[in-house]
């Protein structure tokens, strides 16, 4: 892809809208009584059991949540990886050319949701699409990338055998590499979330008195590019001496999955991630690109870890009480806001009576009902 | 509850729904591209194998249908049900006046939606309600009506041991019997839904040229209240002179549940069902007052049914393709139309090449992971 990177900030997000507008859905901002309900009443100390919380002394924090759930499940293929994608590839046109980069075609390597998001991209572009999926895939994603018109090519799963495979695609065919996270264009595209909960959450308000911003904003991270780009649309107050957005970033705690935490923790990026957390989507180190957003304080408040239990908890509550499909991944900033006692204590302590209105983007609902039941059955 | 009847028609909704749009939410109406595609792809032979056109010679239709869901499973505590409740509880405060019913509360009896519905109602107008209960009720259920204030009292499930602890009930509290479905205040509340689902049909062609109304709407019958309701709402062509919209409904076949079918069938009401279709909350006989509304065929065009493998299908896909929670009773008329050979084939010849536009209610989305992992796992 481009070496001719644009810069990240708000303007180039604002561009980057423009330019994918018409191929992505503005996918809902919605609230719910209950679950700010749930989050506003204080956790009982059974519930800290097996937490890092259990037999403190501390009291449960007592946080005043209204939620802005951002449903990118709903967007097209299921995901906000749309956004990136088709920001990413018309990128490329522009700098190559229809024709070149019509006769090479674009490669890339995903068994997820950027798999579906750049064949999507490919179709409605006419662009050919080659996608390196580990053969072990499962074969409703292969089915789908499939019947998007992308050619799927198998590989190993270890990192080493999906780039050979990825390199010989290119030799081949000269297909350009668009990264599923790791890179400018994603991340711009990525971004345009952020400016659209801006928006929503001001038409939303229309007729109130005085007009206030999201307190915060929560969204998954694995590779990290969801939430540079929305670190770094917020990264601006919206309005001059106006009152910035804080952004936060959720990732799962299982065998280490919360990589960029620990990154943070440490200083240094880690660079490696092996964890089989049900929160699929977040299985990966954070891209170079992503921390160097991530890592600076003045762009992301803090990140978060949750348990596979919590997760679960927080996706049990998105379905049954908001009747939203959302996959694992997408409900680990909610899990935070419901279970971390140390983030609920921040709320309530910097929050006070008014309480935080906090965003919390839905990443996805790419699942199945017999994932669902995988996950919940009693077998 | 009153003996004094509001007349069935058009102007007792509208009213109905002024009366009760404080109280309920407006839920959105949603269209979605693949489902309209599936919709409108001829079914396979292999998908007709064990249906009823298995071996047919005749070609599978190929209608034109788009799709516009009615999503009551987002309405308040789940379910359309809390239209019924909330119009028959202020008819009958109209008629007693606030104090009376005050002091002599509610009674109803029901182990599903309807229970939370009139507790919800009671607790909201500040009227106390008692709900009887079958004991062998799922706990969920049990502490979601009781959490909305309601004194839930335990019966056996046949027939006679719950009207028995109703009277009982009455005589002790002198409380007022609210019906699940069978009373006209019942049906003009749940109408509401129809004229809603008129409006926004109506609303989002803003700019088209010709003004269209729905071509067909489906809602599930069980004790139909809701089919009842919506018939009598498009019983008259919404515009003079206007193309009136037909109203279907639709029936579980599993165990004898379609009494409604079998009863047109027949030319006399099924009385009484004993089915376990998973589709749980259409479990029962058509009312009386319901019956005389469906079986007049110039309000309701047809009934049809499917068998709980097709309800699974159907649910399958609203979950992992719309991202959206729905009960199985809720899918029974998408089933329909996504199934059923004949009312294919009406659409394919009746709507040529323009096809149908079918408004389709998702009536509640009262189900559990739990729920779902027992209609979907491997186990």
């Excluded at 995901?79 to 920001?87: E, I, Q, S, T």
């Excluded at 695609?169 to 952020?194: C, K, M, N, S, W």
């Excluded at 649309?233 to 936060?248: C, I």
Aim: negative net charge.
């Amino acid at each position: 892809m481009s070496t001719n990177h644009l810069p990240l900030n708000r303007t180039n997000i604002a561009e980057a809208h423009k330019i994918i507008k018409p191929y992505i859905h503005r996918t809902p901002l919605l609230t719910n009584q209950t679950l700010d309900t749930i989050a506003s009443t204080p956790q009982s100390l059974s519930d800290l059991v097996g937490t890092g919380w259990e037999g403190s002394d501390r009291t449960p924090a007592k946080p005043k949540i209204r939620f802005w759930f951002k449903c990118e499940n709903s967007q097209r293929i299921g995901a906000f990886k749309a956004r990136g994608a088709f920001h990413a590839l018309i990128r490329v046109i522009e700098e190559l050319g229809e024709e070149e980069v019509r006769r090479r075609g674009v490669v890339t390597h995903s068994s997820g949701n950027h798999a579906q998001a750049l064949a999507l991209a490919g179709k409605t572009l006419n662009i050919p699409t080659h996608i390196v999926m580990p053969s072990i895939s499962t074969p409703s994603k292969i089915a789908s990338t499939q019947s998007l018109g992308a050619k799927v090519v198998f590989s190993g799963s270890t990192e080493p055998e999906r780039t050979a495979v990825m390199r010989e695609i290119q030799r081949e065919t000269g297909a350009i590499f668009v990264p599923p996270y790791d890179h400018p264009d994603i991340i711009l595209g990525q971004g345009t979330t952020g400016l659209e909960m801006e928006e929503q959450y001001a038409e939303l308000q229309q007729g109130e008195k005085e007009w206030k911003t999201l307190d915060a904003v929560f969204t998954p991270i694995g590779g990290g590019g969801l939430n540079a780009g929305i670190a770094t649309w917020f990264s601006e107050p919206s309005k001059p001496a106006g009152k910035k957005t804080l952004v936060f970033g959720a990732e799962p705690s299982f065998q280490g999955a919360n990589d960029c935490q620990r990154g943070l923790a440490a200083g240094e990026r880690v660079p490696a991630v092996s964890s089989k957390t049900i929160a699929d989507g977040l299985r990966t180190p954070v891209g170079l690109n992503n921390w160097a957003v991530i890592s600076d304080p003045s762009k992301v408040a803090g990140v978060y870890s949750v348990s596979d239990e919590q997760i679960k908890k927080a996706m049990k509550l998105v379905l049954e009480r908001m009747k939203v499909v959302v996959e694992p991944s997408a409900v680990v900033g909610l899990a935070v806001c419901l279970f971390d006692e140390d983030f609920r204590r921040r709320v309530e302590e910097e929050g006070g009576e008014d309480g935080w209105d906090i965003g919390i983007v839905f990443s996805g609902g790419n699942t199945t009902v017999e994932a669902i039941a995988a996950l919940f059955g009693s077998a």
